[in-house]
Each structure stands twice: as C-alpha cells, then as structure tokens.
C-alpha cells in the first residue's frame, strides 16, 4: 500500500476516537493528496496545541492559560460549581449555553473495578476551593453510570458537612449515558431542571 511513513501516518489516526482503520486511511489519504494546504497545517496546530495547552490549576478545564478562560471570565455566576468527569463534558454543557457558574472537571470516576479511588480523582482543588468560601451550590454532573452514581453519592457525603447545596442533574440523562454525547437540548434541559441529591 504504502511507504512505512504512511502507515505511521495510518496507525496513529487509527487509534482518535471513532476512526477505525478504514476511516483513518481515508484521512490520511485526504491529507497525503494535499499537505501543503492539509496536512502541514494540521501538523503546525498539533505542535503548538502540545505546546501551549495545559489543564487549568483551578477547575482542571485544558486551556492555553492558567486559569483558564472560564475561570476567569467575567459574569460567570461564581458561587456555583458544576462538577463534571472530563473536558468532554465541560464543552458539552458549555455548547448547551445555559450554565453559566464554575466547573470542576474530576479526571475520572471513581471505580472498585478500575481501582480508582478518591485519591485518584482531582478532588483536592474543589475542596480548597469549597474551602475558601464563596461557593453556595454544587452541581454533580456526572453521567448515569455506576460509576458516576458511586462517584456522586460518595461526593454528597463529602460535601454536605461543608455547608454547600448539592444537586444533580435531573431528567434527561439517560441510565447509562454519558454527557459529552447528549444533544443539546436534553443537556440544557438536565441542567435546568436539576434536584438536590
């Protein structure tokens, strides 16, 4: 087929998310018939994107300033706090448009299987954060997953003696689903119609 060069180029758009080996051929297909206007581009955003992309020290959000532009925006509501698994699911309610408080992205969920437990998770700049006052609601945004209802309940627990509201995100969410691949309508809809947990 090709070159070794090529199928680098192949085995490594092979392993993005939802490319399989077909679609990362095509890709790379696409990119090899024009580098000058494809390829070279792309290869000059992934270099700087390594270089310059970092996660933020507040909320974990990735960013190429620390804090990140989220953190501080102006006219973000900040005594909420929306607490969220992955960046995935920060974009996602921020596509949504109706959130407009904090986020506080974990890195993960907590799973006895997996053996990740609370010292896993990016726990502690929520904490400091809860802490250092000023933050009155906790949003518990995770996806409907043992996982992430084990993750919840164990967070409501830890919080509640902090003197801070939790809640959740309510209908919409489907049992099993995960945030970053709802549309937006039933994410904004989640979000708004929130209960205490």
Request: glycine fraction near 12%; include cysteine; aromatic fraction near 2%.
């Amino acid at each position: 087929m090709g070159g070794p060069e090529i199928e680098r180029l192949i085995a490594l758009l092979g392993k993005l998310p939802g490319l399989g080996p077909r679609s990362a051929r095509r890709a790379a297909l696409k990119l090899l018939q024009n580098p000058e206007t494809r390829m070279l581009p792309l290869a000059a955003a992934l270099s700087e994107a390594a270089r310059a992309v970092r996660p933020c020290r507040e909320c974990g959000n990735l960013d190429s300033c620390d804090p990140c532009a989220i953190c501080v925006a102006p006219g973000r509501e900040r005594k909420l706090v929306c607490v969220i698994e992955g960046v995935g699911d920060l974009w996602a309610l921020e596509r949504s448009g109706v959130y407009r408080g904090l986020y506080h992205v974990l890195g993960g969920t907590l799973s006895a299987l997996d053996g990740i437990g609370p010292e896993d998770l990016n726990l502690a700049p929520l904490m400091a954060r809860i802490a250092a006052g000023g933050v009155t609601e906790v949003i518990l945004a995770l996806g409907a997953t043992v996982d992430g209802a084990a993750t919840a309940h164990w967070l409501t627990e830890q919080l509640r003696p902090l003197g801070v509201a939790v809640s959740r995100l309510a209908q919409g969410v489907p049992i099993g689903g995960a945030i970053d691949v709802l549309d937006d309508g039933t994410l904004a809809t989640a979000l708004v119609a929130r209960r205490p947990f």
